[in-house]
């Protein structure tokens, strides 16, 4: 089932999400759901808490047109273990519309955590994966790519919803 995704600034998008205890049938429905959410979208990750659920899973599927089948990646608890080089990469995010924004981010990590089966997993990712991984782990700690700007593009983009909450209401 497609999900309705929360934009900025929502609350639950700056809360810290709790980690999965056990991975039960209403995880996995929560994962599948975040997927066909992805998809729908168009997006390349998506993290729990974007779907209004504040515990600790992501999903992510990098393939592009061009590029090698990635193919869907489901993880539960991610956490970054290692972080090699710097770049600067440009981002939108489903939870921040119509904005794109500069972030640093590491060229490489490497992830671990479990998949759906609670077996352990270790992702060594670059490119898009490695920033994918940042993006949507970061989400994990109630953290978006507005958090990196400056004071002046945030109200300027504070600006901008209070225009569209208006536009709403009318
Ligand atoms: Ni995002």
């Not at 975040?34 to 504040?54: F, H, I, N, R, W």
Request: hydrophobic fraction near 35%.
């Amino acid at each position: 089932m497609k999900r309705e995704i929360l934009t900025y600034p929502h609350p639950v998008l700056a809360e810290k999400a709790k980690p999965v205890a056990e991975i039960t049938d209403e995880v996995r429905r929560l994962a599948e759901d975040m997927a066909e959410t992805m998809y729908a979208d168009k997006g390349v990750g998506l993290a729990a808490p974007q779907v209004g659920e504040s515990v600790c899973l992501i999903v992510v599927d990098v393939t592009d047109d061009d590029g090698a089948y990635q193919g869907l990646m489901t993880l539960v608890n991610p956490e970054i273990v290692s972080r090699e080089g710097e770049v600067e990469s440009e981002e939108g995010c489903l939870s921040v519309p119509s904005a794109r924004y500069t972030v640093r981010r590491a060229e490489r990590v490497t992830v671990r955590g479990t998949d759906l089966d609670g077996k352990e997993v270790a992702v060594e990712a670059d490119e898009l994966l490695a920033i994918c991984l940042q993006h949507e782990i970061d989400h994990l700690d109630g953290k978006i790519i507005l958090d990196y700007q400056s004071r002046l593009k945030r109200a300027l983009y504070d600006k901008k919803v209070k225009k569209w909450e208006k536009t709403r209401k009318n």
